[in-house]
């Protein structure tokens, strides 16, 4: 197994290149294996053109351009050492067989994972893992499927490295399921997205298309910002940025979780976005609410190794 220098890299991507830094910092060595997953969406297509087919309009998820990280280097004394980025006062030294150990919140969920792991017998020796997240919770996307698979990705693959046979991202899939209750739909995307296409229930790919036939579609997650002691009107306030939205041009809004929250993901053509976007921010001042954050997505490529 190598070693991997991405602090030192210049054509490495920010992210990366920091939280190789970070690793080194923290653990007086480098990173044996880096991995990044994307933060993944649910997304309900707007209608078809009827000579276009029947295609479902629900159910559909995909990954965004936007992405967790995960370093690690194998121990062999059976314990996870753990740190974040984003919780550089809670870190965790953990053991992977056994009793479980109270794990800080942050890190819950890719313990749970990695303790599958050593179950199936992958990675029981123990690692060190440190991640950094690109977006803030606040932004609306989860970020524990994300967060998790990279997790998992990486110790497998050290696993791979040292001659062992990790299991496949079905599998992984599979596993994390029964080990880690969570939106299954958007694991799926994490795990197997494509770039430019939507992931359907069944497992199949499709293109994310305009239904005019047009150019690709735009995405823009709005997300509202809180009202002051009134939860209402901050709903309130996001339906109505949301009908503006549709009056301006866009096709469809979705929720990008399994439940509605404080973002909604608004699909429309490119040459509408800015007279969307005035759209929404006027009917936040008009309910008496901040400008709401937008952030461009578009759809990319599932979890990838980056060393």
């Known amino acids: 197994m190598n070693a991997v220098d991405l602090a030192r890299r210049a054509t490495a991507a920010p992210l990366l290149r920091l939280l190789a830094h970070g690793f080194a910092t923290a653990y007086h060595r480098l990173p044996e294996a880096v991995w990044r997953a994307p933060y993944a969406f649910r997304l309900t297509a707007p209608p078809a053109p009827r000579r276009t087919g029947t295609a479902p309009r629900t159910g559909w998820v995909a990954a965004a351009n936007w992405h967790v990280a995960a ?55 123990g690692a060190d893992l440190q991640v950094d997240v690109t977006l803030p919770d606040a932004v609306g996307l989860s970020v524990a499927e994300p967060l998790e698979c990279a997790a998992a990705l990486a110790v497998a693959s050290l696993h791979a490295d040292g001659g062992g046979c990790p299991p496949h991202r079905a599998q992984l899939a599979r596993l994390l399921t029964t080990a880690v209750p969570g939106d299954d739909a958007l694991r799926r995307a994490v795990l197997f997205a494509r770039t430019g296409r939507l992931l359907a229930p069944d497992g199949s790919h499709q293109p994310l298309r305009a239904p005019d036939g047009g150019p690709e579609p735009s995405l823009l997650l709005v997300t509202a910002r809180r009202s002051a002691g009134d939860p209402a009107a901050t709903a309130t306030g996001l339906a109505t940025a949301v009908h503006d939205a549709l009056r301006a041009g866009a096709w469809s809004a979705s929720w990008p979780g399994r439940r509605p929250g404080r973002s909604v993901l608004l699909l429309m053509p490119p040459d509408r976005r800015a007279a969307v976007r005035a759209a929404v921010a006027d009917a936040c001042r008009r309910c008496e609410l901040p400008v709401p954050r937008f952030l461009r997505i578009a759809v990319a490529d599932a979890a990838r190794r980056e060393d």
């Open 71 to 125: 370093a690690v280097a194998p121990r062999d004394d059976g314990m996870l050492r753990c740190g974040s980025h984003q919780h550089p006062a809670e870190t965790a030294e953990l053991p992977l067989t056994g009793p479980a150990g109270r794990a800080p919140d942050w890190a819950a969920r890719p313990y749970a994972a990695l303790r599958a792991l050593a179950a199936a017998g992958i990675g029981r020796g």
